[in-house]
Nanobody, 115 residues
Framework: QVQLVESGGGLAQPGGSLRLSCTAS????????MGWYRQAPGKQRELVAG???????NYVDSVKGRFTISRDNAKNTVYLQLNSLKPEDTAVYYC?????????WGQGTQVTVSS
């Protein structure tokens, strides 16, 4: 059974930081491309950052220079470091594993940026 479990969300002040983690089980993690998505109320889910199995990364323009995606294949975990948070970063953040013609999603973790 494949599971992706996110953690690390919560409440942060504008300008603050959070680190999200997503730990996978049931897949050969190192062979999957991983991504972090977010969905704010009333908006479509969007790709925030992705990291390939080879370690190449990409980011949506709105988070470039503020967010960093990384992976630790030994721990089957992908991370998203969120710095300089803004209220518009408020959303449910989901991780996704893509590979072997399949895609798996985590259950999401809420990030709220508010003073």
């Amino acid at each position: 059974q494949v599971q992706l479990v996110e953690s690390g969300g919560g409440l942060a002040q504008p300008g603050g930081s959070l680190r999200l983690s997503c730990t996978a089980s049931g897949i050969s993690f190192s062979t999957y491309n991983m991504g972090w998505y977010r969905q704010a109320p009333g908006k479509q889910r969007e790709l925030v950052a992705g990291i390939t199995r080879g370690g190449s990364t990409n980011y949506v323009d709105s988070v470039k220079g503020r967010f960093t995606i990384s992976r630790d294949n030994a721990k089957n975990t992908v991370y998203l470091q969120l710095n300089s948070l803004k209220p518009e970063d408020t959303a449910v953040y989901y991780c996704k594993a893509s590979g072997m013609g399949r895609a798996y999603w985590g259950q999401g973790t809420q990030v709220t940026v508010s003073s």
